[in-house]
């Protein structure tokens, strides 16, 4: 059974930094593809950030030079480190897993899904 489950979440000023964790079990980190999306409320599912099999990288144009998706295979675990944080930002943050690419714009479903973790920025 494949589980992600999100932590670092909180509640931080503008231009403060987070740093979100999704520690993946029943699967490897490095064999799936995977990825960070929000949603806020009354607002669209919005992919933010995600991460390929070879560790190529693809953001929304709105954290591009802020947020920072990595991985570490050791740890089984998918960041995303949040600096220079905006009110916009303010959302629930979940991670995706799946064994096909993830395209930043889908709307659909995943393989795998986390229950997230709410980030809320203050300005």
């Known amino acids: 059974q494949v589980q992600l489950v999100e932590s670092g979440g909180g509640s931080v000023q503008a231009g403060g930094s987070l740093r979100l964790s999704c520690a993946a079990s029943?699967?490897?980190?490095?064999?799936?593809?995977m990825g960070w999306f929000r949603q806020a409320p009354g607002k669209e599912r919005e992919g933010v950030a995600v991460?390929?099999?070879?560790?190529?990288?693809t953001y929304a144009d709105s954290v591009k030079g802020r947020f920072t998706i990595s991985k570490d295979n050791a740890k089984n675990t998918l960041y995303l480190q949040m600096n220079s944080l905006k009110p916009e930002d303010t959302a629930m943050y979940h991670c995706?897993?799946?064994?096909?690419?993830?395209?930043?714009?889908?709307?659909?479903?995943?393989?795998?899904w986390g229950q997230g973790t709410q980030v809320t920025v203050s300005s």
């Open positions: 991460i390929d099999y070879d560790g190529s990288t």
């Open positions: 995706a897993a799946d064994t096909v690419p993830i395209w930043i714009g889908y709307t659909g479903s995943f393989g795998y």
């Open positions: 029943g699967h490897t980190v490095s064999s799936y593809c």
